[in-house]
């Protein structure tokens, strides 16, 4: 098992999360709806914004540990209480299928 799985492994599934899916509302504006929770382990990685192109672009600031069965996208965040976390990345860290890593940025409140 690789590091990331490693260090979030399924013992620390200790947080429940809401998954939200954004929608498009008539007006043009993003609307988030819940989709249900997941169990979820979270970890910090570190923080920090980078200038791309003439724009600054977030970095990772967690690491969140679902179960494999959850179908997240990078169009969809994490709630955890009054915390947002936009879903940057999401992989498989071992190719089981068992654990899903994503790679999020903490929404600044």
Not at 32 to 52: H, N
Not at 78 to 85: N, P, Q, T, W
Request: net charge positive.
């Amino acid at each position: 098992m690789r590091a990331a799985a490693k260090s979030l492994h399924s013992g620390r599934l200790t947080k429940v999360v809401t998954l939200e899916r954004a929608a498009t509302a008539p007006s043009g504006d993003t609307v988030w709806t819940a989709d249900g929770t997941l169990r979820a382990g979270i970890e910090p990685v570190g923080a920090g914004e980078r200038e791309l192109a003439g724009h600054v672009e977030g970095t990772a600031t967690h690491r969140i540990l679902l179960n494999g069965r959850a179908a997240v996208t990078s169009r969809d965040r994490l709630v955890l209480g009054d915390r947002r976390f936009r879903i940057l990345a999401a992989y498989d860290p071992d190719e089981t299928g068992r654990w899903l890593v994503c790679l999020v940025e903490e929404a600044s409140r």
